[in-house]
């Protein structure tokens, strides 16, 4: 191979090289440019309408007056039980199918694969699910608890799968280790393998509650409400939730609405955020002493 | 092992931040009691998205005197909302059109008997661009020729010798809306008959912009939404043979704007009715109707017709009086004959 020849190549594969980051860097792009302008425009709309009042004031027929706290509450209602129900769940569920049963049986096989699947079914079948089982058949009416039973079971899925990945990522000499000094596997799996496993699983589970946060469709079939003048008082009040309402107030005439659907959309955002700043330090802390 | 204490304290704040919220309030609202300070419970209303505003005005004012009561509104459709009501699951449905047979019959079955209350009027607005300097009105024959199922006009010059030659873009609600079915009655005359080749959306708010920024559109929704969007869209005068009519609060409540005139209904569970929360509810609605329909841009139905709901639900008469009378554009006259 002459040098001439070498050096067109090497231009053509430096031209190559350049188009391909530069590619790269426009598909960033145009996600944070989509973000950007959906973040301004929501900001633009619902700035003002931002305050104490709004987030202390129930909703209202009149624009002005109208306040997300019950929406807000009923979010966090919802989140904080789906967590208490589907996080203890999903991990259990996921330490036994990775450490418990290692050897893979028809059993398993047929678990994982239906795992799987669920993580894919559209949420609205869900809906359908927890109203015909929560509350028809264990009659739990249209409450926080069917709203966040439902929500438990929507998340399970991705739960599992995510634990699972954390889990299989543990090196094995941990757990060879740690048996060989005499612990029993609880032992293993609390001392050793779940804190090399947490960051992994706190992100997952941090994942699985910001969908649960801002999923709509299923809690609508459950029969969540669009109007509600108090904040849930117990696991069988009625409630709505922060999407809810916002799409509520989107169409509705008054353009006064349109605004405080715009200021719902940020405390929305911000609860989100607080949620996965909360994640990033949980992980951060737990990779520290893993 | 501190990852797992500040796991469980990270879950301890938000526990107790929402246990903070939760008490504060119910001892808030009995302090200031007033007039029903005694009664308690809830009382729960779904149905129509049309009829919403209506029940959250009320819903709120109510509680407003009756802090001990927990009104809730949720908006299923009309539909949706008759199915949970023949379940029994809720005390009180709101509805665009009156109640069909085959949900009467499920009522029935199912032993639950309903009081129906006409609450307010509203008038379907059909819409055009404000750029549009050609079409004043239109007659119902030239709607029902552009909406009929098959129609292939898609230019203003083929609706009425003398508009320009512009394209015609329709725009309307999905078919789950009642809205919907209440417009294919009265224009193209049959359940569900309508072209399918419009922009269809739920949101009336959707509809709106759409004929905003579109010079040839042509759309139709609530008097409400037109109501808050003078600056954006214009409304058509509708000739239903008498000469075009402008649609108004007047034009409706005399009964000149039609046939898009139509009754919303609430349905009141009579078993429901027994709970003292529920009639108060109820009473409240009759007596503040007049008042708070007008006010979230409905158009109210005269006072007897209110006084006549109120002997209904003192008589507990059951049962539709206006039962598969879609087809037909109900006046106010007809609702009071047959309050009688």
Redesign the interface.
Known sequence: MSIERYRKRLTARGVKDLLFTNLCFVATLVGIFLLVVLLYSVFRDGRQRLSWEFLNSFPSRFPEKAGIKSALFGSLWVVVLTGAIAVPTGIAAAIYLEEFQRRRTWLTELIQVNISNLAGVPSIVYGLLGLAVFVRWMSLDRSVISGALTMALLILPMLITVSQEALKAVPDSYREGSLALGATQWQTIYRQVLPAALPGILTGVILSLSRALGETAPLILIGAVSFVRFVPENLGSSFTVLPIQIFNWTSQPQKGFQEAAAAGIIVLLVVLLSLNAAAIYLRHRASRHA | ???WR??VV??GI??A??GC???K??AGSAADGSAGQELKG?V?V?GS?TV??I???L??EF?NVTPGV???????GTGGGFK?FGRG?IDITGASRPIEPSEDEVCKKNGVEYIELPIAFDGLTVVVNPKNNWADSLTVAELKRIWEPGSKIDNWSQVRAGFPDKPLKLYGPGTDSGTFDYFCEAITGGKGKSRSDYTASE???VLVQGVAGDEGALGYFGI??Y???KDKIRALKIDGGDGPVEPSPETVRSGLYKPLSRPLFLYVNAKSLEKPQVKAFVDFCLDHAEKLVS???YVPLPAEAYGAGKKIVAEKRTGSRFMGETAKGLKIEDILAKEK
Do not use: C, R
Request: proline share 4%; charged share 20%; aromatic share 4%.
């Open positions: 092992m501190s990852i500040s796991v990270a879950g938000v526990v931040a929402i919220g939760g008490p309030e119910g809830a729960n779904d998205s919403f505003p029940s959250q005005a819903a709120e509680m927990n009104v809730t509104v949720a908006e299923s949970k699951e949101d009336d708010n409400a939404y109501e808050e969007n006010q979230v841009g």
